[in-house]
């Protein structure tokens, strides 16, 4: 699927090595599990993963705001905090009131505002282009058939004329 950029082997310098060894290179390994993954994508492996990017976030910020911050007296409120800021609802009920906590909940804020919409138009980019494949299928299959028609039909008009 030439979503992502194309072909790996075109993407690399010339004289980059050998073919074998990009082959087996780590980023074309996760490039050929990314491409499977995306033609396995079905509307509740998207969903999954979208709220799997955001409860990543989610749960990574907790962890290190309830690390860094006092202020955050548990792991509950710090996961509160964390969901509640990553989905910018931001009730304000549990903040952080260190720098190192302000600075994680501006990371995540961004984080969320970035990095959920861009896994959303992934997962729209891919459907959209499965949906415009399936229809340039039927368009060709389509066309082949008017063609055929024509076809005969030029040819029976061609038979009427030979015949006396």
Avoid: C, K
Wanted: aromatic letters at 4%; proline letters at 3%.
């Amino acid at each position: 699927m030439a979503l992502l950029g194309g072909s790996t082997a075109s993407s690399e310098a010339p004289g980059a090595g050998s073919g074998a060894a990009r082959a087996n290179s780590p980023r074309v390994r996760f490039e050929d599990r990314l491409h499977r993954g995306i033609e396995r994508l079905t509307i509740v492996r998207a969903i999954r993963m979208v709220a799997g990017v955001a409860m990543s976030l989610a749960f990574v910020a907790a962890v290190l705001v309830w690390l860094v911050d006092s202020g955050i007296g548990n792991f509950r409120d710090a996961l509160w905090w964390a969901v509640v800021t990553v989905t910018t609802v931001g009730y304000g009920d549990v903040v952080p009131e260190t720098s190192g906590g302000r600075l994680i909940g501006a990371v995540l804020m961004l984080a969320g505002v970035s990095a959920i919409p861009i896994a959303t138009s992934l997962v729209v980019s891919v459907f959209v282009a499965r949906m415009q494949a399936e229809q340039h299928e039927r368009d060709a299959a389509e066309r082949a058939e008017l063609v055929a028609r024509l076809a005969r039909i030029e040819q029976a008009l061609a038979d009427g004329r030979s015949r006396p």
